[in-house]
Structures are given as C-alpha cells and as structure tokens.
C-alpha cells in the first residue's frame, strides 16, 4: 500500500518565520493530497486540498495567503505557514487516497508545530 | 449539529472487557465508513473499514446502521495496548473527495 512520509515531525520557529512541511508520497502517484490540522484534544479538520499541477482547494476559514500549498509533483506536497503566530501552533498531518483497490486515506506521520 | 458524532469518553477500563463506541453522522449520502485509532501526538491509523453487513477482525467487530446512520466499533478482551483515541470517519464520495473526523473517543484500558 501506499506510504506517506512527511518531515519535519516537529518544529520550533519563532514568530513571523515561515514553516515548510513536506509530504511525499513513496509508492503512489498522488494528484491529489490533503492536508489537515489538528488542535489539542480536537478533531482532524480539514484544511486543504492540494491538486497536483494546479491551485490548491481551501476550506472555508482557512488562509490562502497564509498557508500556501505547492503540488508541483505526484509524490511531493508541501504545506508553507507564512509569518507564523503562536495560534497557528498545533499538529498538521497530510494525507493521500484512491490507492487502487484501497478506499481509506493513509496519513504522514504529522508536523507537530510550535510558534514562541 | 456536527457531521460525525462521537462520545468523548474517556471509557476506562479493565484488561479484559469488552466496550462498545457508538458514532452517528448527519448526511445520509455517506458512503465509506472507518474506525481510525490515533495514539498521543501520532496520525491516525486505519483500524477497520466498516460494511453495511458488519465485519470483524479479530478482537474488533464493526457495525453499520444506514437507516439510522449509526456506526459501531466493539472490542472485546481488552488490552492495555489498546488505549488510544478511535476516530469515527466517514466519506462523502461526492464531487470532492472529503473525510469528516468524528472527534474521537478516547479508551484508557488499566491492569
């Protein structure tokens, strides 16, 4: 089945820096990946969906400018949180589905973000 | 109302019980449905897919309940391993591919 690496697992910045997370998919080609954030205690919740070679679809509530998704290969997503804040610390995981006879999503294995 | 409901819990446990999870979701045009464990600060794993005419998988049983939009995850013969949180999942299927979490329940098994 497919496996999904992303890296960094965690990340300390300080506020107003950028954050860039990877997440490649291994054995599939992807043209479609998501991302998703997940706060202490809280639900995943979606925050976009990267398509390979075009704009990225975002949830409503979630930045554009702010989080700026580049699909630029099959196997490569990356997620950019621009001029971070202490707010946008928390757990963003990516994921990937339509593995041929595969109908669950398989996960990265998270950024944990921390923004002082 | 929330898309995917669960119980928080926690449900704690002995070695050895059996416990039930019970989920709903709102939109009847549902059309996959999982049970995805997440341990602290890991992502979430698949522990099952759920059909329409229950399955099984060793220690874990699986039920769907599309007329009243009800699923459920049963465990029996506890173990302390078991501890983590099960996400509830559904997906839509429809013009966009989109999973809706459940919030979890989490499940504290003890010696």
């Known amino acids: 089945g497919a496996v999904v690496s992303q890296h960094p697992s965690r990340v300390i910045c300080k506020s107003g820096t950028s954050v860039k997370i990877e997440c490649r998919s291994l054995?599939?080609?992807?043209?479609?990946m998501f991302w998703y954030r997940q706060f202490p205690k809280q639900s995943l919740m979606l925050m976009a969906t990267s398509n390979e070679g075009s704009k990225a679809t975002y949830e409503q509530g979630v930045e554009k400018d702010k989080f700026l998704i580049n699909h630029a290969s099959l196997t490569l997503s990356t997620l950019t949180v621009t001029s971070a804040h202490p707010e946008d610390s928390s757990f963003y995981i990516c994921s990937v589905e339509g593995v041929p006879g595969r109908t669950e999503a398989f996960f990265g294995q998270g950024t944990r973000l921390t923004v002082v | 109302r929330k898309e995917v409901e669960q119980d928080p819990g926690p449900f704690n446990v002995p070695e050895g019980a059996t416990v039930a999870f019970n989920c709903t979701y709102s939109?009847?045009?549902?059309?996959?449905f999982f049970w995805y464990r997440q341990d602290c600060r890991k992502e979430p794993k698949l522990l099952m897919s759920?059909?329409?005419s229950g399955n099984e998988d060793g220690r874990f049983t699986a039920q769907l309940n599309r007329a009243s939009q009800y699923i459920s995850l049963l465990i029996r013969d506890s173990k302390l391993s078991d501890s983590a949180t099960y996400l509830c999942v559904v997906n839509m299927r429809d013009s966009s591919y989109k999973l809706i979490f459940g919030s979890g329940t989490r499940l504290l098994v003890r010696p």
């Open positions: 759920v059909y329409s």
């Open positions: 054995d599939f080609q992807a043209t479609t």
């Open positions: 939109n009847s045009a549902s059309q996959s």
